[in-house]
Nanobody, 125 residues
Framework: VQLQASGGGLVQAGGSLRLSCAAS????????MGWFRQAPGKEREFVAA????????YYADSVKGRFTISRDNARNTVYLQTNSLKPEDTAVYYC???????????????????WGKGTQVTVSS
């Protein structure tokens, strides 16, 4: 699976961005998908994950209520709607894919099988 994230940019605090991650290959619908982010000088952290069907989702506490993950299996794409952005959301955002959905995604140093190149999100105060 090859992944390509897009949709990042510069936005003022309180604004919104919709990140997209397009996947190649015919097996997208068999993978759980998720988003991680990494800010300068910080470790990569889990943001959100979604199951194969899209019915199950979970989020990091820091983004719960502000971010929404979704997927369109017909378009081989996963999305991250980011609302009420804060300067501390500034980071490079990465999408990832793994056959398994579950709490392993949010463990420290989680390592899904596939990663995309990141997209930069910068939130100004």
């Amino acid at each position: 699976v090859q992944l390509q994230a897009s949709g990042g940019g510069l936005v003022q605090a309180g604004g919104s961005l919709r990140l997209s991650c397009a996947a190649s290959g015919r097996t997208f619908s068999t993978y759980a998908m998720g988003w991680f982010r990494q800010a300068p000088g910080k470790e990569r952290e889990f943001v959100a994950a979604i199951s194969v069907s899209g019915r199950n989702k979970y989020y990091a506490d820091s983004v719960k209520g502000r971010f929404t993950i979704s997927r369109d299996n017909a378009r081989n794409t996963v999305y991250l709607q980011t609302n009420s952005l804060k300067p501390e959301d500034t980071a490079v955002y990465y999408c990832a894919a793994d056959p398994t959905y579950g709490s392993s995604w949010s463990r420290p140093r989680a390592a899904p099988d596939y990663w995309g190149k990141g997209t930069q999100v910068t939130v100004s105060s």
